[in-house]
């Protein structure tokens, strides 16, 4: 069984930056696509963004393109996400999601395994 453990959430000033990580064990990292969902309260998770279990691709939802960068060490088993020029509207509880495959996937029934989120405040 894959685990996933999310960290580096915390508060953060609008136009500020923050880096989450998400740190797997107990599966074939390097095997593993990987991605970023968040949660705001009374809205659905939606996808953020994607890569690939060789880093060659990735996939980034519109509201995102241009201020998150999706990154992975496949040596430290860790993929992150860099956010940049943060908004009101990133506000949300972010999770990290892995399921076998070569490619990037943006829905979250495609995802197999999840952590447990982490909490990304920005204010203004």
């Known amino acids: 069984q894959v685990q996933l453990d999310e960290s580096g959430g915390g508060l953060v000033q609008a136009g500020g930056s923050l880096r989450i990580s998400c740190a797997a064990s107990g599966g074939t990292f390097n095997k593993l696509t990987m991605g970023w969902f968040r949660q705001a309260p009374g809205k659905e998770r939606e996808f953020v963004a994607a890569?690939?279990?060789?880093?060659?691709?990735?996939g980034y939802a519109d509201s995102v393109k241009g201020r998150f960068t999706i990154s992975r060490d496949n040596a430290k088993n860790t993929v992150y996400l860099q956010m940049n020029s943060l908004k009101l509207e990133d506000t949300a509880v972010y999770y990290c999601a892995a399921r076998g495959g070569s490619n990037t996937y943006s829905n979250a029934f495609e995802y197999i395994y999840w952590g447990q989120g982490t909490q990304v405040t920005v204010s203004s």
């Open positions: 890569i690939s279990w060789r880093g060659g691709s990735t």
